[in-house]
């Protein structure tokens, strides 16, 4: 038993600790973010450094506490995020005044643009744009009656439409939509203008048009490479290799690349890069195989469940066989477990971060928390209810508490238990699927990173495993009841 | 078959209760009870419901301790810090037959074997040995308790109360709830036993017939104090006193 859950443990952690030649590089979980990530693995790894891809990374508070907390080197970002999320500016920063502040304040440090904004934009279909002859904000001004659908949070952002109209004196009057939907309503003419980001792929896909923001009042979002001070100065220069290389128009298409024409993120970085000239040993390109790619996500995925399960039973049997004859301090307990049950899965791994960083760890913990509900609900329950006649008899015919405890109180307990430990075990399956966010591997990285690019197909390929898993784990825990538990004992289904 | 215990010597009362007094609150279970049981002898203890014969046991086993007085086992006070080993030594058929859901007949039997580490050979031995004497059919063995009918689980709670050979043997209510047939027949059984492996038997009941038929000496408890005591035809001649007062 022992050594089975060390070599547990050293499959786990094994990939954690390599060599210092190693640079890991982070994504956040949207298309774009994983283009340009790749862009900066491969402009590495054509440096002959060896890389460590820890994408799917859930929105800037993961990725900069990655980043801040060493579990990942480098990642890109934009200046506008830096400057609003991270150093919680009011007011808009220069380059340099952000690149200042991060590297006094985090001890890290900002390349020069990769050449774009991906800000916030306003754009209109071609045709709109020439029939009004729109070509800046400032052009709205004498088209009262146009029909303008907002995404909610452009709609409430201080740095969103308020201040525009402000700016610029506006007077329509635009509603809230969907920003999933607006593209679609453009192209059915439902609506003439709405908001994206500049570098959104849709535009270049259906030939949108953006316009100027002549005032300069939107914010820049400015896509840079984000990274440790400490890495070696080679790889800084390598980094600085992107710098201005990528315009708006080149992202929009690289953006539709990914989207419509369901070319890979590799793909798509690899051939910019070699067009680009960016890249000297032009290494081949890497054709993942699939199944390969499933069985490996799987194992992944089972190795983080059956870890979190077998600490969280280690743990939460012996607290219930100590806790069940209080009913108070038993229920105190449970209602601790239960709370924890409570925080958001998402939540819960963001909150690991900042004790246990990214990867596999924070998620091993994370799910050995949501375990402890049921296997110690279960235990207490299952304790408290063997028949107290049958303790009283073991007494009395001479079994010592232990005795008592082991071959009676226990194996009666057993069924309930095990139903917990089941529970346990599938709701581990499924939520196992979001460590991806914080950089765990498993199943969840085609889950996740399939709805980052709308791409079902994707989703279902990380889907699908796991749902059998979860069906897998219910057959698999129906045998060892079979085998351990005699029939007239078994839990009832429900 | 393994050795007799060697915790009790023979020499003295298996039994013996030296002005014993017990009280819940203010509820006085017995007085002053001062009795020896014999050695090899079923005793009858006889009483109605609540009038402290299953205290008595309890007192025996170790599980009550009383208030004043002393128990003594073959000469010995009773040890409550080896409390577990003197239980090993005293077979206890309890009410309702206890016997353990989730074991088989063969495991609810031979169950005291494993807590002494007896070898799984030894314990096979000794299950089939008491199965005989008790004619249970070894198909039951291997089978649950909820599968036997009421008779057979008591004659199971009987073999495993005396897996370990104990020289005493306790018996509260063993057969309250058993069928006029299915008494007689477990009643033959119990008698079979004491003549191939003879011990003490103290059987609590409250049923006149049912000591007559097993017991050898009896006591009467009523208001926690030994009303009557004596032999068979002591208790033969109580009969019509006894049964008013039930």
């Known amino acids: 038993m022992k050594v089975f859950l060390a070599s547990f443990f050293l499959l786990l952690f094994s990939g954690s600790s390599e060599g210092q030649q190693v640079i890991r590089v982070g994504a956040k979980h949207f298309n774009e973010g994983y283009i340009l990530s790749e862009m900066i693995a491969q402009i590495l790894e054509d440096g002959g450094y060896s890389i460590e891809r820890k994408f799917n990374l859930g929105g800037t508070a993961v990725s900069f506490e990655a980043l801040r907390t060493a579990a990942i080197d480098v990642y890109p970002e934009y200046t506008g995020t830096i400057a609003a999320e991270i150093l919680k500016s009011k007011t808009t920063m220069t380059n340099q005044k952000i690149q200042q502040l991060v590297n006094k304040e985090f001890h890290l440090e900002i390349s020069k643009p990769y050449g774009f904004n991906n800000s916030y934009a306003l754009v209109l279909s071609r045709k709109s744009s020439e029939t009004f002859h729109l070509k800046a904000i400032s052009d709205l001004q004498n088209h009262r009656d146009l029909k303008i659908g907002l995404s909610y949070e452009f709609l409430e952002r201080n740095d969103g439409w308020r201040n525009l109209a402000k700016f610029y004196q506006l007077p329509q009057h635009p509603f809230a939509l969907e920003h999933g939907l607006a593209y679609k309503a453009i192209l059915e003419n439902k609506i003439e203008l709405t908001d994206a980001y500049s570098t959104d792929g849709e535009i270049s896909k259906y030939n949108f048009t953006l316009l100027m923001d002549d005032k300069n009042i939107l914010p820049t979002y400015e896509a840079v490479s984000f990274y440790s001070a400490k890495l070696p100065d080679q790889a800084k220069q390598l980094l600085h290799q992107l710098d201005n290389q990528i315009n708006e128009d080149e992202m929009q298409k690289l953006n539709a690349l990914s989207l419509f024409e369901n070319k890979g993120h590799y793909e798509i970085a690899h051939d910019f890069l070699t067009q680009k000239g960016l890249l000297k040993n032009s290494p081949q390109i890497y054709e993942a195989n699939k199944i390969s790619a499933i069985l490996s996500k799987t194992w992944e995925h089972i190795i983080l469940t059956m870890v979190a399960l077998l600490a969280s039973i280690i743990f939460a049997v012996p607290v219930g066989i100590v806790i069940y004859r209080s009913p108070r301090f038993s229920a105190a307990t449970i209602y601790a477990a239960g709370l924890l049950q409570t925080i958001p899965s998402i939540a819960l791994l963001a909150l690991m971060i900042p004790f246990a960083g990214i990867g596999k760890l924070p998620a091993v913990i994370a799910l050995f928390l949501y375990a402890l509900l049921p296997i110690l609900r279960n235990t207490v329950m299952g304790l408290s209810t063997v028949d107290p006649a049958l303790k009283k008899t073991a007494t009395a015919i001479g079994l010592n508490p232990w005795q008592k405890m082991k071959l009676v109180e226990l194996p009666l307990a057993m069924p309930m238990m095990l139903t917990g430990i089941r529970t346990a075990a599938v709701i581990n399956v499924g939520t196992a699927t979001l460590a991806a966010f914080i950089g765990a591997g498993g199943l969840g990285e085609f889950i996740v990173t399939g709805l980052a690019l709308n791409n079902t197909k994707i989703i279902l390929t990380g889907a699908i495993p796991a749902a059998l898993l979860a069906v897998v784990t219910e057959l698999i825990f129906e045998g060892i009841e079979g085998f351990t538990i005699p029939m007239h004992l078994r839990q009832k289904p429900l | ?246």
Not at chain 2, 28 to 54: H, M, N, R, V
Not at chain 2, 103 to 128: C, D, Y
Not at chain 2, 136 to 146: G, I, T, V
């Open chain 2, 1 to 246: 078959m393994q050795s007799t215990p060697s915790y009790f010597k023979m020499s003295s009362p298996p039994v013996q209760f030296e002005s014993v007094s017990l009280s819940f609150g203010d509820r006085q279970i017995l007085k002053e009870i001062s009795y020896a049981f014999e050695a090899d002898k079923i005793t009858a203890i006889l009483g109605k419901s609540g009038s402290g014969k299953t205290t008595l046991l309890q007192i025996i086993n170790g599980i009550i301790q009383p208030k004043s007085g002393a128990v003594k086992l073959f000469g010995h006070a009773i040890d409550f810090n080896n409390i577990q080993s003197l239980r090993l030594q005293i077979g206890y058929v309890v009410q309702q037959v206890g016997l353990f859901p989730h074991m088989t007949i063969q495991s609810n039997i031979g169950l005291l074997g494993r807590i002494i580490k007896m070898s799984k050979h030894e314990i096979v031995a000794r299950v089939k040995e008491l199965a005989e004497i008790v004619q249970l059919p070894p198909s039951c063995l291997h089978q649950f308790p909820h599968q036997l009918s009421g008779g057979e689980q008591q004659r199971v709670g009987l073999c495993r109360a005396m897996f370990l050979n104990p020289p005493l043997l306790l018996m509260d209510e063993p057969f309250a709830s058993l069928d006029y047939e299915t008494k007689k027949s477990i009643y033959q059984h119990l008698q079979s036993i004491q003549q191939h492996e003879p011990r003490t038997v103290a059987l609590v009941t409250h049923d006149w017939e049912e000591a007559l038929t097993l017991a050898d000496r009896f006591v009467w408890i009523k208001d926690g104090i030994i009303k009557e005591r004596g032999d068979k035809s002591d208790l033969e001649k109580l009969k019509s006193i006894f049964l008013a007062e039930q």
